[in-house]
């Protein structure tokens, strides 16, 4: 047995899955008198073979940079010791105040893995083997 109410502004009987709050609230309209009331939110579709080229013509198209966006970072103050944390971009350095004693001595806090990681490549870069001298 399907259930079905009436609707309030047309008086036709629709079933309950086709009923939506009318504007002000207080009744059920069908979905075709709830379109007369909103238009905006049923706007007419495009095709669906229009919608098919715009998405292979996105994906033709090189991808374009990614917003960035910013990360968490953990900073301490080196005077007074305190640590907080603040939403940086990759790359921006804190140049502010320490928000507890108010000195600009505030560093990036850097655990031992990433000091590790950015001393090795500092010491690929650094590393020059002489090619003059030959082992015997």
């Not at 259930?3 to 939506?20: A, F, H, P, Q, Y």
């Not at 806090?109 to 490549?121: F, N, P, Q, S, V």
Request: aromatic residues 10%.
């Amino acid at each position: 047995m399907i259930e079905s109410l009436v609707c309030k502004s047309c008086n036709k009987r629709v079933t309950i899955g086709d009923l939506k709050a009318d504007k002000s609230g207080s009744g059920w309209v069908c979905l075709n008198c709830y379109k007369g009331q909103h238009p905006d939110v049923f706007k007419p579709q495009r095709p669906v073979s229009v919608m098919a080229q715009t998405t292979q013509k996105l994906r033709q198209q090189p991808e374009q940079a990614q917003v960035q966006r910013p990360q968490k970072v953990k900073l301490y103050c080196v005077d007074c010791g305190y640590k907080f944390y603040k939403e940086l971009f990759k790359g921006q350095k804190y140049d502010r105040k320490c928000p507890y004693c108010s000195t600009y001595s505030v560093r990036e806090e850097k655990d031992a893995e990433t000091i590790l990681r950015e001393t090795i490549k500092e010491a690929q870069f650094k590393f020059n083997p002489r090619t003059d001298i030959l082992d015997n």
